[in-house]
Protein backbone atom coordinates (compact mmCIF):
# COMPACT_ATOMS: atom_id res chain seq x y z
CA UNK A 1 0.00 0.00 0.00
CA UNK A 2 1.67 3.30 -0.73
CA UNK A 3 2.14 5.92 2.23
CA UNK A 4 -0.43 8.28 3.07
CA UNK A 5 -1.41 9.87 5.69
CA UNK A 6 -4.60 7.61 7.48
CA UNK A 7 -8.02 8.09 5.22
CA UNK A 8 -8.55 12.24 4.80
CA UNK A 9 -10.92 15.01 6.58
CA UNK A 10 -13.32 14.45 3.60
CA UNK A 11 -13.66 10.54 3.58
CA UNK A 12 -17.28 9.19 5.16
CA UNK A 13 -16.79 7.25 8.42
CA UNK A 14 -19.73 7.07 9.49
CA UNK A 15 -19.30 2.91 10.20
CA UNK A 16 -16.72 2.95 13.15
CA UNK A 17 -17.63 5.67 15.19
CA UNK A 18 -21.16 5.36 15.99
CA UNK A 19 -19.65 3.91 19.53
CA UNK A 20 -20.71 6.21 22.77
CA UNK A 21 -18.75 9.06 23.82
CA UNK A 22 -15.62 8.34 26.04
CA UNK A 23 -16.05 11.01 28.79
CA UNK A 24 -13.82 11.44 31.60
CA UNK A 25 -15.18 9.66 34.83
CA UNK A 26 -15.11 11.33 38.54
CA UNK A 27 -15.64 8.97 40.95
CA UNK A 28 -17.65 9.92 43.81
CA UNK A 29 -16.84 8.17 46.52
CA UNK A 30 -19.44 5.09 46.30
CA UNK A 31 -20.14 3.29 49.85
CA UNK A 32 -21.03 0.29 47.75
CA UNK A 33 -17.79 0.00 46.20
CA UNK A 34 -16.19 0.78 49.85
CA UNK A 35 -18.04 -2.37 50.84
CA UNK A 36 -17.14 -4.33 48.31
CA UNK A 37 -13.31 -3.42 48.75
CA UNK A 38 -13.28 -4.27 52.47
CA UNK A 39 -16.29 -7.03 52.70
CA UNK A 40 -15.58 -9.03 49.29
CA UNK A 41 -11.19 -8.14 48.13
CA UNK A 42 -10.73 -10.87 50.34
CA UNK A 43 -7.80 -12.59 48.54
CA UNK A 44 -5.24 -12.45 45.47
CA UNK A 45 -4.84 -9.23 43.65
CA UNK A 46 -8.56 -7.94 44.90
CA UNK A 47 -6.80 -8.34 48.70
CA UNK A 48 -3.53 -6.38 47.22
CA UNK A 49 -5.81 -3.67 45.77
CA UNK A 50 -7.47 -3.69 49.50
CA UNK A 51 -4.21 -3.33 50.89
CA UNK A 52 -3.20 -0.46 48.37
CA UNK A 53 -6.71 1.77 49.39
CA UNK A 54 -5.97 1.39 52.93
CA UNK A 55 -2.11 1.78 53.01
CA UNK A 56 -3.37 5.08 51.02
CA UNK A 57 -6.19 6.17 53.27
CA UNK A 58 -5.45 5.03 56.56
CA UNK A 59 -1.37 6.24 55.99
CA UNK A 60 -0.65 8.30 53.41
CA UNK A 61 -3.64 10.73 53.89
CA UNK A 62 -3.20 11.13 57.55
CA UNK A 63 -2.95 14.93 58.49
CA UNK A 64 0.22 14.26 60.88
CA UNK A 65 1.86 12.43 58.13
CA UNK A 66 2.01 15.03 55.56
CA UNK A 67 2.89 12.57 52.91
CA UNK A 68 4.36 14.37 49.68
CA UNK A 69 2.55 11.98 46.76
CA UNK A 70 3.51 11.53 43.49
CA UNK A 71 1.41 9.98 40.93
CA UNK A 72 2.97 8.33 37.77
CA UNK A 73 0.95 7.36 34.90
CA UNK A 74 1.51 4.79 31.83
CA UNK A 75 -0.83 2.90 29.76
CA UNK A 76 -3.44 4.37 27.68
CA UNK A 77 -5.42 6.22 30.81
CA UNK A 78 -6.70 9.11 29.19
CA UNK A 79 -8.10 8.03 26.14
CA UNK A 80 -9.91 5.68 28.23
CA UNK A 81 -11.68 8.12 29.82
CA UNK A 82 -9.54 7.97 33.69
CA UNK A 83 -8.50 11.57 33.12
CA UNK A 84 -11.65 12.27 35.44
CA UNK A 85 -9.78 10.25 38.49
CA UNK A 86 -6.35 12.23 37.93
CA UNK A 87 -8.60 15.18 38.16
CA UNK A 88 -10.48 14.27 41.12
CA UNK A 89 -7.80 13.17 43.08
CA UNK A 90 -5.51 16.73 42.53
CA UNK A 91 -8.94 18.93 42.83
CA UNK A 92 -8.82 17.11 46.51
CA UNK A 93 -5.28 17.65 47.25
CA UNK A 94 -4.23 13.79 46.96
CA UNK A 95 -1.52 13.72 45.23
CA UNK A 96 1.02 16.68 44.85
CA UNK A 97 2.90 16.09 41.78
CA UNK A 98 2.39 14.06 38.72
CA UNK A 99 4.65 12.07 36.17
CA UNK A 100 2.82 10.99 32.52
CA UNK A 101 4.23 9.76 29.55
CA UNK A 102 3.69 12.78 26.93
CA UNK A 103 1.08 10.18 25.41
CA UNK A 104 -1.65 10.85 28.46
CA UNK A 105 -1.20 14.20 28.31
CA UNK A 106 -1.36 15.08 24.34
CA UNK A 107 -4.59 12.58 24.47
CA UNK A 108 -5.92 14.86 27.62
CA UNK A 109 -6.05 17.87 25.28
CA UNK A 110 -8.17 15.94 22.74
CA UNK A 111 -10.87 16.07 25.68
CA UNK A 112 -9.63 19.71 26.98
CA UNK A 113 -10.63 20.58 22.89
CA UNK A 114 -13.78 19.18 23.09
CA UNK A 115 -13.22 16.57 20.27
CA UNK A 116 -14.91 13.09 20.39
CA UNK A 117 -13.48 9.75 21.07
CA UNK A 118 -15.92 6.88 20.95
CA UNK A 119 -15.85 3.42 22.45
CA UNK A 120 -15.08 0.40 20.27
CA UNK A 121 -14.14 -2.60 19.21
CA UNK A 122 -10.64 -4.22 19.26
CA UNK A 123 -11.98 -6.65 16.75
CA UNK A 124 -12.09 -4.45 13.85
CA UNK A 125 -10.08 -4.13 10.28
CA UNK A 126 -7.44 -1.75 11.13
CA UNK A 127 -6.95 -1.72 6.85
CA UNK A 128 -10.70 -0.53 6.48
CA UNK A 129 -9.84 2.33 9.66
CA UNK A 130 -6.85 3.20 7.46
CA UNK A 131 -8.64 4.49 4.40
CA UNK A 132 -11.69 5.93 6.28
CA UNK A 133 -9.21 8.15 8.14
CA UNK A 134 -10.08 6.06 11.78
CA UNK A 135 -7.31 6.14 14.60
CA UNK A 136 -7.46 3.22 16.97
CA UNK A 137 -5.67 2.94 20.25
CA UNK A 138 -6.88 -1.01 21.08
CA UNK A 139 -11.33 -0.27 21.38
CA UNK A 140 -10.68 3.56 21.66
CA UNK A 141 -12.13 5.02 17.96
CA UNK A 142 -11.59 8.83 16.98
CA UNK A 143 -10.70 10.15 13.60
CA UNK A 144 -7.56 11.59 12.35
CA UNK A 145 -8.53 15.01 12.22
CA UNK A 146 -8.43 15.13 16.06
CA UNK A 147 -4.44 14.32 16.11
CA UNK A 148 -4.29 17.22 13.37
CA UNK A 149 -6.58 19.73 14.93
CA UNK A 150 -5.29 18.80 18.31
CA UNK A 151 -1.40 19.44 16.80
CA UNK A 152 -2.68 22.53 15.48
CA UNK A 153 -3.63 23.55 18.68
CA UNK A 154 -0.57 22.74 20.27
CA UNK A 155 1.84 24.86 17.72
CA UNK A 156 -0.43 27.96 17.70
CA UNK A 157 0.07 27.60 21.44
CA UNK A 158 3.52 27.21 21.45
CA UNK A 159 3.94 30.77 19.14
CA UNK A 160 1.17 32.59 21.75
CA UNK A 161 2.87 31.41 25.07
CA UNK A 162 6.19 33.08 23.58
CA UNK A 163 7.87 30.39 25.98
CA UNK A 164 11.76 30.48 24.99
CA UNK A 165 14.75 28.83 26.20
CA UNK A 166 14.73 25.67 28.44
CA UNK A 167 11.84 25.45 30.73
CA UNK A 168 11.04 22.08 33.26
CA UNK A 169 7.88 20.58 31.70
CA UNK A 170 6.39 21.29 34.73
CA UNK A 171 6.34 25.09 33.65
CA UNK A 172 5.32 24.05 30.02
CA UNK A 173 2.29 21.79 30.84
CA UNK A 174 1.56 24.63 33.83
CA UNK A 175 1.47 27.21 30.95
CA UNK A 176 -0.68 24.81 28.71
CA UNK A 177 -3.31 23.94 31.10
CA UNK A 178 -3.26 27.77 31.98
CA UNK A 179 -4.01 28.51 28.22
CA UNK A 180 -6.59 25.93 28.17
CA UNK A 181 -8.64 27.61 31.31
CA UNK A 182 -8.52 30.90 29.21
CA UNK A 183 -9.66 29.07 25.89
CA UNK A 184 -11.88 26.47 27.41
CA UNK A 185 -13.65 28.06 30.17
CA UNK A 186 -14.81 25.06 32.60
CA UNK A 187 -12.93 22.60 30.97
CA UNK A 188 -10.46 21.40 34.35
CA UNK A 189 -13.90 19.50 34.82
CA UNK A 190 -12.73 17.61 32.31
CA UNK A 191 -8.94 18.12 31.01
CA UNK A 192 -5.87 16.61 33.54
CA UNK A 193 -3.95 19.58 32.44
CA UNK A 194 -6.44 22.38 33.01
CA UNK A 195 -7.18 20.94 36.31
CA UNK A 196 -3.22 20.51 37.16
CA UNK A 197 -3.14 24.39 36.38
CA UNK A 198 -6.21 25.25 38.53
CA UNK A 199 -5.05 23.41 41.51
CA UNK A 200 -0.86 24.07 41.42
CA UNK A 201 -0.42 20.04 41.15
CA UNK A 202 3.31 20.27 38.54
CA UNK A 203 3.05 17.46 35.61
CA UNK A 204 6.53 16.19 34.54
CA UNK A 205 6.92 13.81 31.33
CA UNK A 206 9.92 11.44 31.51
CA UNK A 207 10.35 10.88 27.98
CA UNK A 208 9.44 14.53 26.76
CA UNK A 209 9.97 13.82 22.70
CA UNK A 210 8.42 10.81 22.51
CA UNK A 211 5.00 12.15 22.29
CA UNK A 212 2.88 14.36 19.64
CA UNK A 213 3.64 17.46 21.69
CA UNK A 214 7.11 16.69 21.93
CA UNK A 215 7.02 16.49 18.04
CA UNK A 216 5.20 20.00 18.04
CA UNK A 217 7.67 21.48 20.05
CA UNK A 218 10.47 19.93 17.37
CA UNK A 219 8.35 21.68 14.90
CA UNK A 220 8.53 24.48 16.47
CA UNK A 221 12.03 24.58 16.81
CA UNK A 222 12.80 23.45 13.30
CA UNK A 223 9.58 25.68 11.36
CA UNK A 224 9.26 28.93 13.78
CA UNK A 225 12.99 29.38 15.03
CA UNK A 226 11.49 28.52 18.15
CA UNK A 227 14.40 28.34 21.52
CA UNK A 228 11.72 26.56 23.85
CA UNK A 229 13.78 23.65 24.95
CA UNK A 230 12.57 21.24 27.29
CA UNK A 231 15.30 20.70 29.85
CA UNK A 232 15.56 17.03 31.50
CA UNK A 233 17.85 18.54 34.11
CA UNK A 234 15.34 21.11 35.88
CA UNK A 235 12.69 18.14 35.15
CA UNK A 236 15.06 16.14 37.91
CA UNK A 237 16.00 19.03 40.31
CA UNK A 238 12.46 20.11 40.28
CA UNK A 239 11.31 16.12 41.75
CA UNK A 240 14.16 15.63 43.83
CA UNK A 241 13.74 19.16 45.64
CA UNK A 242 9.82 17.86 46.47
CA UNK A 243 11.06 14.48 47.86
CA UNK A 244 13.99 16.46 49.66
CA UNK A 245 11.54 18.46 50.96
CA UNK A 246 8.33 16.01 51.79
CA UNK A 247 8.26 15.27 55.70
CA UNK A 248 7.29 11.47 54.15
CA UNK A 249 6.91 10.17 50.69
CA UNK A 250 4.76 8.39 48.73
CA UNK A 251 3.21 6.87 45.56
CA UNK A 252 1.03 5.77 43.22
CA UNK A 253 2.22 3.97 40.10
CA UNK A 254 -0.05 3.09 37.71
CA UNK A 255 1.28 1.13 35.26
CA UNK A 256 5.06 1.37 35.44
CA UNK A 257 7.66 2.45 32.45
CA UNK A 258 9.26 5.38 32.61
CA UNK A 259 7.77 7.64 34.87
CA UNK A 260 7.89 4.83 37.45
CA UNK A 261 11.85 5.61 37.71
CA UNK A 262 11.61 9.12 36.84
CA UNK A 263 9.87 9.17 40.47
CA UNK A 264 11.74 6.32 41.77
CA UNK A 265 15.18 7.83 40.97
CA UNK A 266 14.43 10.99 43.29
CA UNK A 267 15.68 9.11 46.15
CA UNK A 268 19.09 7.65 44.61
CA UNK A 269 19.30 10.95 43.43
CA UNK A 270 19.11 12.11 46.24
CA UNK A 271 21.64 9.98 48.49
CA UNK A 272 23.74 8.84 45.36
CA UNK A 273 24.23 12.12 43.61
CA UNK A 274 24.04 14.53 45.98
CA UNK A 275 25.04 13.00 49.10
CA UNK A 276 21.89 13.94 50.99
CA UNK A 277 20.31 10.63 52.73
CA UNK A 278 16.60 11.15 52.93
CA UNK A 279 16.21 7.18 53.66
CA UNK A 280 14.12 6.18 50.60
CA UNK A 281 10.19 6.24 49.92
CA UNK A 282 7.61 6.22 53.18
CA UNK A 283 5.24 4.19 50.88
CA UNK A 284 4.59 2.59 47.30
CA UNK A 285 1.59 1.04 45.59
CA UNK A 286 1.68 0.26 42.56
CA UNK A 287 -1.37 -0.82 39.94
CA UNK A 288 0.63 -2.85 36.80
CA UNK A 289 0.05 -5.75 34.77
CA UNK A 290 3.54 -6.43 34.51
CA UNK A 291 5.52 -9.43 35.80
CA UNK A 292 8.75 -9.21 38.27
CA UNK A 293 10.56 -11.60 36.14
CA UNK A 294 11.57 -10.16 32.89
CA UNK A 295 13.39 -8.03 34.84
CA UNK A 296 12.78 -5.17 33.65
CA UNK A 297 11.82 -1.98 35.47
CA UNK A 298 7.68 -1.81 35.36
CA UNK A 299 7.59 -5.13 36.97
CA UNK A 300 10.22 -4.31 39.46
CA UNK A 301 8.99 -4.46 43.27
CA UNK A 302 9.04 -2.51 46.06
CA UNK A 303 11.24 -4.96 47.78
CA UNK A 304 13.81 -4.89 44.57
CA UNK A 305 13.98 -1.21 45.06
CA UNK A 306 15.17 -1.26 48.86
CA UNK A 307 18.09 -2.62 47.67
CA UNK A 308 18.94 0.98 45.54
CA UNK A 309 17.68 3.19 48.22
CA UNK A 310 14.76 3.66 46.67
CA UNK A 311 11.92 2.45 49.43
CA UNK A 312 12.89 2.58 52.87
CA UNK A 313 14.27 -0.78 54.46
CA UNK A 314 11.98 -0.81 57.54
CA UNK A 315 8.43 0.17 55.51
CA UNK A 316 8.02 -2.67 53.20
CA UNK A 317 4.59 -3.69 54.93
CA UNK A 318 3.21 0.25 54.08
CA UNK A 319 3.82 -1.25 50.16
CA UNK A 320 1.59 -3.10 47.73
CA UNK A 321 1.51 -4.16 44.33
CA UNK A 322 -1.51 -5.14 42.53
CA UNK A 323 -1.67 -7.21 39.93
CA UNK A 324 -4.81 -5.48 38.09
CA UNK A 325 -5.06 -3.88 34.34
CA UNK A 326 -5.44 -0.35 35.56
CA UNK A 327 -8.03 0.62 33.53
CA UNK A 328 -10.48 -1.28 35.96
CA UNK A 329 -7.93 -0.75 39.28
CA UNK A 330 -7.89 2.57 39.49
CA UNK A 331 -10.96 3.60 39.19
CA UNK A 332 -11.97 1.11 42.09
CA UNK A 333 -9.28 2.75 44.13
CA UNK A 334 -10.05 6.43 43.64
CA UNK A 335 -13.86 5.74 44.54
CA UNK A 336 -12.48 4.20 47.50
CA UNK A 337 -10.18 6.81 48.63
CA UNK A 338 -12.98 9.73 47.78
CA UNK A 339 -15.59 8.02 50.14
CA UNK A 340 -12.65 8.03 52.74
CA UNK A 341 -12.71 9.92 56.19
CA UNK A 342 -9.60 11.38 54.74
CA UNK A 343 -10.44 12.00 51.07
CA UNK A 344 -9.47 15.59 51.05
CA UNK A 345 -6.19 17.62 51.55
CA UNK A 346 -4.89 20.93 51.55
CA UNK A 347 -3.45 21.58 48.27
CA UNK A 348 0.51 21.49 48.10
CA UNK A 349 0.70 23.89 44.86
CA UNK A 350 4.21 23.13 44.49
CA UNK A 351 3.86 24.44 41.05
CA UNK A 352 4.32 27.56 42.50
CA UNK A 353 7.26 26.52 45.05
CA UNK A 354 10.03 24.94 42.22
CA UNK A 355 12.81 27.80 42.45
CA UNK A 356 12.30 27.61 46.39
CA UNK A 357 12.63 23.87 46.97
CA UNK A 358 15.51 23.50 44.39
CA UNK A 359 16.95 26.34 45.88
CA UNK A 360 16.83 24.23 49.18
CA UNK A 361 17.99 21.74 47.26
CA UNK A 362 20.92 22.86 45.85
CA UNK A 363 21.90 24.91 49.84
CA UNK A 364 21.71 21.26 51.29
CA UNK A 365 23.81 19.76 48.41
CA UNK A 366 26.25 22.26 48.86
CA UNK A 367 26.55 21.56 52.09
CA UNK A 368 26.29 18.01 51.30
CA UNK A 369 29.56 18.21 49.13
CA UNK A 370 31.63 19.70 51.69
CA UNK A 371 31.43 15.83 53.41
CA UNK A 372 31.74 14.10 50.28
CA UNK A 373 34.39 11.62 50.05
CA UNK A 374 37.21 13.06 47.08
CA UNK A 375 37.32 11.05 43.90
CA UNK A 376 40.48 9.51 45.31
CA UNK A 377 39.32 8.10 48.20
CA UNK A 378 37.46 4.99 48.12
CA UNK A 379 33.81 4.72 49.00
CA UNK A 380 33.55 2.61 51.36
CA UNK A 381 29.71 2.24 52.57
CA UNK A 382 26.66 3.85 51.71
CA UNK A 383 25.15 6.71 53.33
CA UNK A 384 23.23 6.00 56.10
CA UNK A 385 19.97 5.67 54.91
CA UNK A 386 18.41 6.09 58.61
CA UNK A 387 20.40 9.35 59.01
CA UNK A 388 17.35 11.74 58.50
CA UNK A 389 14.76 9.95 59.91
N1 LIG B 1 1.42 9.99 19.72
C1 LIG B 1 1.51 9.97 21.02
O1 LIG B 1 1.35 10.99 21.63
C2 LIG B 1 1.81 8.66 21.67
C3 LIG B 1 0.86 7.67 21.63
C4 LIG B 1 1.11 6.49 22.30
C5 LIG B 1 2.30 6.33 23.00
N2 LIG B 1 3.22 7.31 23.03
C6 LIG B 1 4.45 7.17 23.82
O2 LIG B 1 4.83 5.83 23.89
C7 LIG B 1 5.49 5.57 25.13
C8 LIG B 1 4.91 4.35 25.80
O3 LIG B 1 3.76 4.66 26.51
P1 LIG B 1 2.81 3.58 27.17
O4 LIG B 1 1.74 4.34 27.85
O5 LIG B 1 2.40 2.58 26.14
O6 LIG B 1 3.73 2.98 28.31
P2 LIG B 1 4.65 1.69 28.35
O7 LIG B 1 4.51 0.81 27.17
O8 LIG B 1 5.99 2.17 28.73
O9 LIG B 1 3.95 0.94 29.56
C9 LIG B 1 4.58 0.81 30.78
C10 LIG B 1 4.05 -0.37 31.53
O10 LIG B 1 2.78 -0.03 32.05
C11 LIG B 1 2.03 -1.18 32.19
N3 LIG B 1 0.69 -0.96 31.72
C12 LIG B 1 0.32 -0.40 30.54
N4 LIG B 1 -1.01 -0.39 30.46
C13 LIG B 1 -1.49 -0.92 31.61
C14 LIG B 1 -2.78 -1.16 32.11
N5 LIG B 1 -3.91 -0.86 31.43
N6 LIG B 1 -2.90 -1.71 33.33
C15 LIG B 1 -1.82 -2.02 34.05
N7 LIG B 1 -0.57 -1.83 33.63
C16 LIG B 1 -0.41 -1.28 32.41
C17 LIG B 1 2.71 -2.30 31.48
O11 LIG B 1 3.23 -3.15 32.47
C18 LIG B 1 3.81 -1.63 30.71
O12 LIG B 1 4.92 -2.43 30.69
C19 LIG B 1 5.32 6.81 25.98
O13 LIG B 1 6.52 7.49 26.08
C20 LIG B 1 4.26 7.60 25.26
O14 LIG B 1 4.37 8.99 25.46
C21 LIG B 1 2.98 8.48 22.36
Redesign the pocket.
Do not use: L, P
Given at each position: MPYRSPGSPETPRPKYLTGKPIRYYRPRGSADIRTLIEDGFQAFNAARLGEACRIFTDKMLLPENDTTIGLTV???LTPAGLGGCIVELMERGLVDFVIS???NL?HDLHYALNFTLHRGSPFVNDVELYEEGVIRIYDVLFPATVLLETDLYVRDFLVRSGLAGPVSTAELHYALGKDLLERQPGCQEYSVLAAAAAAGVPIYTS?PG???IGMNIAYHELMNDGTLMVDPNKDVNEVCAFILAGKKNGCVIL????PKNFYLQGQPTLWEVYGIPKGGNDYFIQ????SVVWGGL?GATPAEAVSWGKVNPGVLPDTAVAYV???IGFPLFCEYVVGAPTGRRPLKELVHRRDELVAALKREAKEASKQHPQPDEPLETMPDLERHR
Open positions: AGATGAYSDSSGGGSITTDSDST
